[in-house]
């Protein structure tokens, strides 16, 4: 278990969140359907131009913004499907890192779970008539472990349920506040597909922090640049 949570931990560290490809250009001009890259003449009037809602750029990184990119001040550059910047990991957890971030928060909330269950015993003898064994040194050390490991796999329960919810709906934590004002999330697909874009298809990779080749071959989403909308929001805009 400690190691799944250290390859899972390291994995979200040193893996790039998501970085925006060189020269990117909005692929698509929902208004008059075409699926050219925008000219220069039109991404210097997208810079221009506050009120387009179509497309996004990012005046920091002088760049067009990818659907669901954000920028993060503390790395200074725009990060693909940013859901926050964690000083835990020492980086943003974004398209690329946000399953391996996931699944540390589920083996740290195992972890935990299994060391507090194992000192429970001991724990309860403290209130107890019983002879103690042990050093106070070592009786104070049970102590303090057993709390700070209660302590730690609840708050980590309550943040795992709280990301599982934004995964169900397929909602970052920068968009569960920008969609407050939407009456419907278009991202949303429903909890199944909503689920494969994070953990992927391969049910064989759902555990670990890596995706097979085959779900990167047949699942752009995963690079983070193209994300599907619902029917019901496409005809709405065209």
């Known amino acids: 278990m400690l ?36 000219n220069g003449v039109e991404l210097s009037n997208l810079q221009s131009d506050t009120s387009n809602q179509r ?38 957890v974004g398209a690329s890192n946000y399953k391996y971030f996931l699944l540390f928060l589920f083996y740290t909330l195992l972890e935990t779970t299994i060391v507090t269950i194992s000192l429970l015993p001991h724990f309860k003898t403290f209130f107890t008539d019983e002879e103690i064994p042990g050093t106070p040194g070592t009786l104070a050390t049970t102590f303090l472990t057993f709390v700070l490991n209660l302590a730690f796999s609840l708050s980590v329960l309550g943040f795992l349920v709280l990301h599982m919810s934004l995964v169900a709906s397929n909602t970052t934590t920068i ?6 004002t939407a009456s419907k999330w278009h991202y949303d697909l429903g909890r ?17 922090p890596a995706y097979s080749e085959e779900d990167i071959r ?19 805009e065209f």
Request: aromatic share 14%; proline share 9%; with cysteine.
């Open 3 to 38: 190691v799944m949570l250290l390859w899972c931990y390291f994995a979200v560290v040193f893996t790039d969140p998501g970085t925006v490809p060189p020269n990117w250009k909005p692929a698509v001009d929902e208004e008059r359907g075409e699926v050219d890259p925008l």
């Open 55 to 92: 497309f996004r750029y990012c005046r920091k990184c002088s760049q067009p913004k990818p659907p669901r990119c954000h920028h993060c001040s503390v790395c200074g550059r725009c990060v693909l499907k940013m859901d926050h910047h964690c000083v835990w990991v020492v980086n943003c």
């Open 175 to 180: 968009e569960a506040y920008e969609k407050k």
């Open 192 to 208: 199944r597909k909503n689920f494969e874009q994070v953990f992927g298809m391969d049910k064989g990779y759902w555990f670990i």
């Open 218 to 236: 047949r699942m752009p989403v995963l690079q983070g640049l193209e994300y599907p909308t619902t029917p019901d929001f496409n005809a709405q």
